[in-house]
């Protein structure tokens, strides 16, 4: 077996290893961009509003 052969079916079998590899990883892979649950990334609903901090000060009616 010649030198070129032998380059050549090992480039093969690389691609080959490599092909399967990312096959397998495609279907095995994780969920893409899963539900966020409403617990996450939803804002805070506990941040007071202007007009109570107002009513809240000295002097006020």
Same mark, same amino acid.
Request: hydrophobic residues 60%.
């Given at each position: 077996?010649?030198?070129?052969?032998?380059? @050549?079916?090992?480039?093969a079998a690389v691609a080959a290893?490599? @092909?399967i590899a990312f096959g397998v990883g495609r279907v095995a892979g994780p969920d893409p961009d899963p539900t966020p649950g409403p617990?996450?990334?939803q804002p805070s609903t506990h941040q007071p509003s202007v007009h109570q901090e107002e009513s809240h000060g000295e002097g006020a009616p």
């Open positions: 077996m010649n030198t070129g052969l032998r380059i @050549a079916a090992f480039v290893v490599f @092909a617990s996450t990334h």
